[in-house]
């Protein structure tokens, strides 16, 4: 992946045989003691297979950033974006002990269980998210056949999934305004791994400042994967809830990583790779809709 507004490598893709259909109905005895987080907030702790779980509200916004921010790109035109359904976010990205206690391997270059996970496809993402509504006896949100993954229920399935690209923006915002360039400060040292201050090698999720929400490192440290194809003039789609096409080339990816420069790391950069991508650059985190 080059620096520049994104670029597409070459990796392979990952396939999930296992699915649960009808589980959250069945089990629904059974997941507190299971450990799946509840509305009442029950049991939303990190566990052995993916990180602590944070409530994001619902509400509206405005995406993208203002003409006059250093660094800005002419994909992030501003306009005024409404989420309607609350959501739960990992607080960090899903680190190498989780994905491997879950998936059984580590694909990452840097080793470190408390290092974020990389070198992931979005094939694997959106695995992992299966693996772990499964787990955790929930509906996988996600329909897999070799590459052609389906979303049948939208953000109204029950299962874990990864964002979609509003959500993430809207999560690394502040709760109430004023926007920050960054998530959770207007400079950078506090609350990214970037490339002047990384030692070229990514670090522990949770070791830079949260912001206002609790969520960490949605600024640095790797990029992560959300779930829109890319559309450059994001404007154009729906203002409430939107989601990108139903078929492209590139997937969207946010918040930059340790080896690109503050500029990437703002909660308005927009880049982009290919599904199958597999680089030391990438991670990811996940989300469950709480309708």
């Excluded at 359904?85 to 989780?98: G, I, L, N, P």
């Excluded at 199958?276 to 989300?287: A, C, E």
Aim: hydrophobic fraction near 35%; charged fraction near 20%.
């Amino acid at each position: 992946m080059v620096k520049s507004e994104g670029s597409a490598l070459v990796g392979s893709v990952v396939w999930l045989s296992s699915l649960c259909t009808g589980c959250d109905g069945l089990w629904t005895p059974f997941l507190v003691e299971r450990g799946v987080c509840q509305a009442d907030a029950t049991n939303c702790a990190e566990t052995e297979v993916r990180p602590k779980l944070v409530l994001v509200p619902k509400g509206s916004f405005m995406m993208g950033s203002p003409a006059t921010e250093a660094g800005r790109y002419s994909n992030e035109v501003q306009h005024t974006v409404t989420l309607t359904t609350d959501f739960w976010m990992a607080e960090s990205e899903v680190a190498q002990r989780q994905y491997r206690n879950l998936m059984g391997t580590s694909p990452s270059l840097f080793k470190g269980d408390d290092l974020p996970v990389e070198q992931v496809s979005w094939y694997d993402a959106v695995a992992y998210c299966n693996a772990l509504s499964v787990k955790e006896n929930l509906t996988p949100c996600y329909q897999i056949n070799g590459t052609t993954v389906g979303w049948a229920d939208g953000v109204k399935c029950t299962g874990y999934r990864l964002p979609t690209e509003a959500e993430w923006e809207y999560a690394a915002n502040p709760a109430a305004p004023p926007r920050t360039i960054y998530a959770g400060a207007d400079t950078v040292d506090g609350v990214a791994w970037i490339d002047t201050n990384s030692g070229n090698t990514t670090h522990a999720v949770k070791t830079k400042s949260a912001n206002g929400r609790g969520l960490y490192d949605l600024s640095g440290n790797v990029w992560e994967w959300v779930w829109d194809w890319y559309q450059s003039n994001y404007e154009a789609l729906p203002a409430t809830d939107p989601i990108g096409p139903s078929t492209a080339a590139i997937r969207v990816i946010r918040g930059g990583s340790w080896d690109y420069p503050a500029s990437f790391a703002r909660v308005a950069k927009r880049d982009y790779g290919a599904p199958t991508d597999r680089v030391n650059i990438l991670g990811f985190r996940f989300v469950r809709s709480n309708p």
